[in-house]
């Protein structure tokens, strides 16, 4: 096993996001905490973005997330579904192996199908699981066959992989007999914001609505949560917050099963994210699958209460400080979403309990500590 524990300055490079800074997707946060906080300690870190425009539109390119001290190098990327991440993954690959560093980070399992390459050339290579990619529903045969070869990749040849919930860690000794180190994301606690913006654009105050935020993807169970709202007899709001992600199609079912009651604000960050969090009566994660749920952290540091699947990656998350629906069960979930609007004294407990619990449990000090032993080899 390649070891670096006598470097004190780590040379990292870290692929297999779509662009940092950037709120893209739950990945692109988590490179983007690790990345800045390892860099801001000395190390020098370097992410291969892949070239062209947000997923959710050229006019979301230009954000910023801190990443003053990281080195950021654009690799070549075909545009097209299905393409963009093999490509991209495969130039920043080969541009790792080439290049001086001492830790090569693969994030998600697609990408992982090239780690071979920089540990030919002697690099450490350390994969993180984000979630078992191959499952989701959006991608087609051959992307699911490519993403299982990622996995398959990071088994044999990653130096140590990181999974994000227990339930993984029993699927990679299962299914490969292969030891991981469970290394949940983290969370910082936020600065919570009145209803301002949303109020003039979306006509919401607070508590006046239920909130999902996340990625517009079949996995995240949507059309349970569009289904079950419709069905409650209250006067709140449904917000959907988010944009789709190779799923353009997807989102038009969506649409289509709305109602006046039902906002779609597509893609959101800045102070419109942070009012949408801070103001919701509840906010709701439906999944099917997932690996470990930024935005479920996210919900919960703002203070607010979750109700979720029964999923073990939202239910480990959330402990005893949330509500649970039986995992695509409509019926289920409409109950649990009307007894929740019906007993606001029982949701403002969840409320209070639910910042204080999550930021304390998952920090991203401790994150970048035990990611950087895995750099070293301790």
Not at 160 to 189: A, M
Not at 318 to 340: H, M, P, R, V, Y
Request: aromatic share 10%; glycine share 8%; charged share 25%.
């Amino acid at each position: 096993m390649n070891s670096v524990k006598d470097k004190k300055s780590l040379r990292i490079a870290m692929l297999g996001h779509k662009r940092v800074p950037s709120r893209e997707g739950g990945i692109e946060v988590v490179v983007g905490e690790l990345a800045s906080r390892m860099a801001d300690s000395g190390h020098k870190v370097t992410c291969f973005n892949r070239k062209g425009h947000h997923i959710a539109g050229s006019e979301f390119d230009a954000t910023d997330m801190g990443l003053s001290n990281v080195k950021i190098k654009e690799v070549i990327t075909v545009d097209k579904k299905g393409l963009a991440a093999i490509t991209a993954s495969f130039f920043a690959a080969v541009s790792s192996a080439f290049g001086k560093y001492d830790v090569v980070h693969f994030h998600a399992e697609g990408p992982c199908a090239m780690l071979w390459l920089p540990k030919l050339f002697g690099k450490r290579c350390i994969a993180t699981i984000h979630g078992l990619d191959h499952k989701r529903a959006k991608w087609g045969r051959f992307a699911s066959m490519y993403i299982k070869l990622g996995e398959k990749c990071a088994v044999k040849f990653a130096d140590e992989i990181i999974v994000l919930s227990e339930n993984v860690q029993t699927y990679f000794l299962q299914e490969y007999g292969r030891e991981t180190e469970f290394i949940p994301n983290g969370i910082s606690k936020p600065h919570c914001r009145s209803a301002d913006i949303i109020k003039d654009k979306y006509n919401l105050d607070k508590d006046s609505y239920i909130l999902f935020l996340g990625r517009l993807v079949p996995e995240k169970g949507i059309s349970y949560l569009i289904e079950a709202f419709k069905k409650l007899n209250i006067s709140k709001k449904l917000v959907i917050a988010g944009g789709s992600s190779d799923t353009a199609e997807y989102e038009k079912e969506l649409k289509a099963m709305v109602d006046d009651r039902i906002i779609f604000t597509g893609f959101v960050q800045g102070q419109i994210l942070e009012e949408l969090y801070s103001n919701a009566y509840v906010y709701v994660l439906p999944s099917d699958l997932e690996g470990m749920p930024i935005s479920l952290l996210e919900a919960m540091s703002y203070g607010n209460c979750c109700i979720t699947s029964d999923i073990p990656e939202c239910t480990q998350v959330i402990g005893d400080c949330g509500i649970f629906f039986e995992k695509s069960n409509i019926n289920d979930l409409t109950e649990k979403l009307q007894f929740a609007c019906d007993n606001p004294d029982m949701v403002k407990k969840y409320k209070d309990n639910a910042s204080d619990y999550i930021c304390k449990k998952y920090s991203w000090d401790i994150v970048v500590e035990e990611t950087l032993r895995l750099y070293a080899g301790a």
